[in-house]
């Protein structure tokens, strides 16, 4: 089946209010040339709503994280998966190795948070990735069974129906070390192998993205895998000229 390129920015901790406005500004203007596509900008929440009146048609909007509660409550801090779905976000990314590493986020907590982006509309982007260590002791297929199979677990594999995955192999992430195309499509095809051994239609639709220094440059032979749907961009994504030039790849490659 044709799954359609998913280009997704992760800016992480980045931005300010005129560099956002500069930023989509641009993206808007062009986001007409990437019809094929579906672009999607995630910023720090609290620039959710004022991004969210600068999308482009093509344009969704996305969350970096989420609480795992699914009702309001005593929770200091945390934002629930309602409250980004009333500013107009579609995803959310769940499991990004920097909240798993740097805020202890356990597969338990990534899988209830993933629970808790489905119960509020939301489309989860559940990151997954081994590390260099892992890689280098053959574990890199351990670890992503482990990942996804902890959300497999708690959710069921109809959860995915609604879900992306995103393959970041950590030693890849804002290193500038890429994957190669081979090492990505290898942890796609495992990936989409794992979701068709309990469901051949769901493992065949789920979009998967790569993520881990992605860039203008590199993009075109990483999406032009089989199985690589999409990209997961951080650095990039914060350069309007690189993000749109990653869209260009997509779009040249893409059936729609
Ligand atoms: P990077 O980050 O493109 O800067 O490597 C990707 C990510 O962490 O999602």
Redesign the pocket.
Known sequence: MSRRYLIAG?W?MNGSLPANAELLGELALQQERYPGIDMLVCPPSVYLESAGRQLGGNMQLGAQNLSDQTKAGAFTGEVLGAMLAELGCRYV?VG???RRALYGEDDATVARKFAAAQAAGLVPIL?VGETLDEREGGGAETVLARQLGAVLGACGIGAFARAVV?Y?PVW????GRTATPEQAQAAHAFLRGQLAAQDAKIGDSTRLLY?????ADNASSLLSCGDVDGG??????LKAAEFLAICASAQALSTN
Request: hydrophobic content about 35%; some cysteine.
């Open positions: 992760n992480k990314i990004h190795s920097e990151c995103a970041e890849a992430i804002g290193t993520g881990g220094s992605v860039k997961l961009i951080g650095g990039a994504s």
